[in-house]
């Protein structure tokens, strides 16, 4: 699967960025889907993952509470909303896939990155 993120940009302390990341192919259900980030100097970071169907998702907790994945398997898109950014959530984000959900800290399909730029 080939994944196409996009969203990112420069945003205030506490403002809000939805990414979105597009998935090609017909069988987009069949994989669940993670996001991950990178800060500049750090190694990159499990974010929050959700299931085939989107029923169910988890969260780092650095984010949980804040942050909500989604998906939308008719658009083959999957969502990150972000809420409350803080300048500590500055990362390139990116997307990733796998068809074993138990593989999501590990997946094997990635999307190039979206650069978040929250300004204290």
């Known amino acids: 699967v080939q994944l196409q993120a996009s969203g990112g940009g420069l945003v205030q302390t506490g403002g809000s960025l939805r990414l979105s990341c597009v998935a090609s192919?017909?069988?987009?259900?069949?994989?669940?889907m993670a996001w991950f980030r990178q800060a500049p100097g750090s190694e990159r970071e499990f974010v929050g993952g959700v299931s085939w169907s989107g029923d169910s998702t988890h969260y780092a907790d650095s984010v949980k509470g804040r942050f909500t994945i989604s998906r939308d398997n008719d658009k083959n898109t999957v969502y990150l909303q972000m809420n409350s950014l803080k300048p500590e959530d500055t990362a390139i984000y990116y997307c990733?896939?796998?068809?074993?959900?138990?593989?999501?800290?590990?997946?094997?399909?990635w999307g190039q990155g979206t650069l978040v730029t929250v300004s204290s």
């Open positions: 192919g017909s069988d987009f259900s069949t994989y669940a």
């Open positions: 990733a896939a796998d068809r074993d959900p138990l593989n999501l800290g590990n997946p094997g399909s």
